[in-house]
């Protein structure tokens, strides 16, 4: 027995790219060559010789690539570990080798206990099959005996929802639809560790809330799971630790919330400011009618001072700045600052005018600007909150960069009556007052 479930020690994957593999020699091969053995001897002998030389491999080149390169991890029993990281990072390598369909190139991993994996849409189906004669085909690959997939048959078809379709032919099956039959027989394997890949992305919303639901229920039940997704809320409410692989590498593996938001800072700018050459390439949202008549030059978040800076204390205040070009005359300009969150919901929204405002104010000659507001104390919660920042010149164009710059708030202040501080975006200190209605003597018993 062991205390462990999982044990991943200097696993190490080596894929050759851009070239053709080493050629296989054939049983016919093999024989033309040891029948042609005794005429070479004699015609070597006779001092003939060849000009052909034959390579033992065809295009084969030297260029590699480290899929996982020296990553070592542990996993308890009961753990649910969530792996995240950018596309081609190797997280799907990591869980192909923990399913033995790859092996590794150095390194080991070793598993204790019987190991249920859902990797990829529709694996293991075949299209010809239908659904039912898949369910048992499926089945009997991810390790489950006729008898257990016959006991939990009409379990599985009513989790899928595919009762109307199970007698048709895979092949006309969605992607979608594969997906819902292939995690139905993952989730009904009742493996002591499970390794899910992101395969739910496919499913629609209600399928995705109901694996959820089931993934929690395996959780409850104490069984390992290994959970890829670049769905930060899902790795978030399922997973306590979570694993950070980049380039073939692991970078973190720690507390869920701290891992989720060093993997959103990579697609951050360093620092508190973004210069012009930086932010080339960053505005997602373009609408523009004619040529460009406006551009971002700056965005740097600062304290009240000016100084460049991404992390206050509760009671201090901030302050963003834009800094633009116009290109020609502007009429209307607005600069639209947001506050979100980690999932880019809006926590607060500001803009540089209203409709109060005097029009000559945001009347814009051609030249360089710079716009700034300033976030009073005591306004935001103890979290990590993002910047995103629109620049509009109405009807003509309209640039948009999202989450471009990170802040974290440490709370000062007052605690409940637990310790520990509200879990809240907003913190503001409002003004209170008491009035006294009744007062009563003290009795002593």
């Not at 000559?360 to 910047?387: A, V």
């Not at 920042?389 to 605690?415: A, R, S, T």
Request: negative net charge; glycine residues 8%; proline residues 3%.
């Amino acid at each position: 027995m062991t205390d462990l479930a999982l044990k991943v020690e200097n696993l190490s994957k080596l894929y050759r790219i851009g070239s053709r593999q080493q050629s296989y020699k054939t049983l016919r091969d093999t024989l033309t060559h040891v029948m042609y053995a005794p005429i070479r001897r004699i015609r070597s002998t006779l001092g003939y010789s060849s000009s052909v030389v034959r390579p033992r491999s065809s295009g084969v080149c030297n260029d590699t690539i480290w899929a996982l390169k020296d990553v070592s991890f542990e996993i308890k029993p009961g753990e649910v570990v969530g792996i995240i990281g950018r596309n081609g990072a190797g997280k799907t390598t990591l869980l192909k080798i923990l399913s033995r369909i790859t092996e590794p190139t150095e390194g080991y991993a070793q598993i204790y206990g019987r190991v249920g994996s859902l990797l990829e849409v529709g694996t293991g189906f075949h299209p010809e099959l239908t659904g039912r004669e898949n369910i048992y085909l499926n089945g009997a690959i991810l390790g489950m005996k006729r008898v257990e997939i016959e006991r939990k048959f009409d379990e599985i078809v009513d989790f899928s929802g595919m009762e109307r379709f199970i007698d048709t032919p895979t092949k006309y099956f969605s992607s979608g639809m594969q997906v819902r039959l292939a995690f139905s027989i993952a989730a009904h394997l009742e493996p002591e560790i499970l390794l899910v890949d992101e395969v739910l992305a496919v499913g629609d919303a209600e399928f995705q809330k109901k694996c959820i639901g089931k993934m929690h229920s395996v959780t409850e039940e104490g069984r390992t799971v290994l959970f890829v997704s670049h769905n930060m809320t899902a790795i978030h409410n399922l997973c306590s630790r979570t694993i950070l692989i980049d380039n073939g590498k692991l970078i973190l593996d720690g507390h869920t919330e701290y891992v989720i938001n060093k993997y959103l800072d990579q697609n951050l700018a360093e620092g508190a400011i973004v210069t012009c050459k930086e932010l080339d390439g960053k505005v997602e949202g373009v609408i523009r009618k004619y040529d460009p008549s406006i551009q971002f030059k700056e965005i740097a978040i600062t304290d009240q001072k000016a100084i460049p800076c991404n992390a206050f204390h509760s009671d201090e205040g901030l302050r963003v700045s834009v800094t633009y070009e116009c290109l020609t005359v502007v009429n209307d300009l607005r600069v639209i600052v947001q506050i979100v969150d980690d999932e880019n919901r809006a926590i607060l929204t500001t803009q540089n005018i209203d409709d109060s405002d005097e029009e000559s104010l945001y009347w814009k000659n051609p030249g360089i600007y710079r716009s700034f507001c300033t976030i009073p104390p005591n306004t935001f919660g103890e979290k990590r909150f993002y910047i995103s920042v629109q620049l509009e010149n109405p009807k003509v164009e309209h640039l948009i960069i999202n989450k471009i710059l990170g802040f974290d708030i440490q709370f000062v202040g007052y605690q409940n009556i637990h310790g520990a501080h509200w879990n809240s975006f907003l913190r503001p200190r409002l003004s209170w007052e008491t009035q006294v209605l009744e007062v009563k003597e003290e009795t002593i018993a």
